[in-house]
């Protein structure tokens, strides 16, 4: 799955209101900030949803899940699944991390089905107390064997 390849791409993507409504606003400050040009970001997706991955190096990233109200159920785990297998597979992940606020119960759930599991909890000045949740390479290859490499 090919990523976005420069910020006037990602422009163009997040023009669409409703999809820029559904960006957590620390991910809205960074993609004002020019995501495009933060070194070892990937972004992968289209109007229909994309996962935005930032490189904490030695194969490990800080992913965020960007879906706008029209992409929800199979459509949605599907397309987070390839989002996921491209990273592990194309950009040689071995860990995603991420957080969730505690009342997003349906990002919760979906993180679950992923396969992430929590791993604490942290209070985020943007949305609150958040769960963090971790996601490895192996767990992913388990919970997914058809959808990997």
């Known amino acids: 799955m090919p990523s976005l390849e420069t910020q006037a791409q ?11 409504r559904a ?8 993609i004002a900030a020019g ?9 992968l997706g289209d109007i229909d949803g994309m996962c ?11 992913g965020h899940y960007l879906f706008p109200p029209w992409t929800r159920g199979t459509v949605l785990l599907r397309r987070a699944r390839m989002f996921l297998c ?6 040689a992940a071995v860990v995603i991390r991420g957080e969730t606020p ?13 396969g992430f599991v929590p791993a604490g ?10 769960i963090k949740y971790i996601l490895t390479k192996e767990a992913f290859l388990q919970k997914h064997p058809l959808t990997t490499m």
């Open 121 to 130: 909890e942290v209070v985020n000045p943007d949305t609150g107390l958040c």
């Open 86 to 91: 491209a990273m592990f597979r194309d950009y």
């Open 52 to 62: 935005v991955f930032y490189t904490e190096g030695n194969g490990s990233y800080d």
């Open 102 to 114: 505690k009342t997003n119960l349906a990002a919760r759930r979906i993180n679950r089905v992923l």
């Open 10 to 20: 990602l422009a163009a993507l997040l023009e669409v209101p409703e999809l820029m």
């Open 23 to 30: 960006h957590a606003p620390a991910i809205a400050r960074r």
């Open 35 to 43: 995501i495009m040009a933060t070194p070892g970001v990937v972004v």
